[in-house]
């Protein structure tokens, strides 16, 4: 059964914080903070939020993050992709600490969709830039 964009793009932002096998609260944060604002997923209720990942964590359980990935990577379009892809950058991002299981979660991402190649480095540039620490040194 092919998933609805809706419920693709919300697993691709549960994988990418569950991908490490820790669900750290700075990433539960972030992943409400980025579908909140976002069509559909705004005007659903706590109770509607919480049954679509109910629904996504058990397939997850079922299927392992790379199969739920490859699941909602086939139901977004080249530009829903897009987006997922540095949404879920971001999110990676989001702790501040990036383990190599999540290193390994955007290679994988980012072979599968349509995208070439410049445009995913790219834009995973860009999300390394926005979080540098450019004031530490």
Known sequence: VRMKGSEAFAAV????VACDGV?????????RR????????????VEAMGELFDLL????REVGWSGLLT????ALSQRQ?????AMAAELVHADHKIDPREEEFLSTMARQ???????????????????????AD
């Open 71 to 74: 699941e909602a990577i086939a």
């Open 81 to 85: 992709q897009e987006t997922a892809f």
């Open 23 to 31: 669900m750290d609260p700075s990433e539960s944060q972030a992943l």
């Open 13 to 16: 932002a549960l994988v990418a």
């Open 113 to 135: 969709l349509t995208l070439p190649p410049e445009r995913t480095q790219g834009i995973l540039d860009v999300i390394r830039v926005l979080h540098r620490d450019a004031l």
């Open 34 to 45: 980025q579908l909140e604002a976002r069509t559909p997923y705004r005007e659903l209720s």
């Open 57 to 60: 964590l058990a397939r997850m």
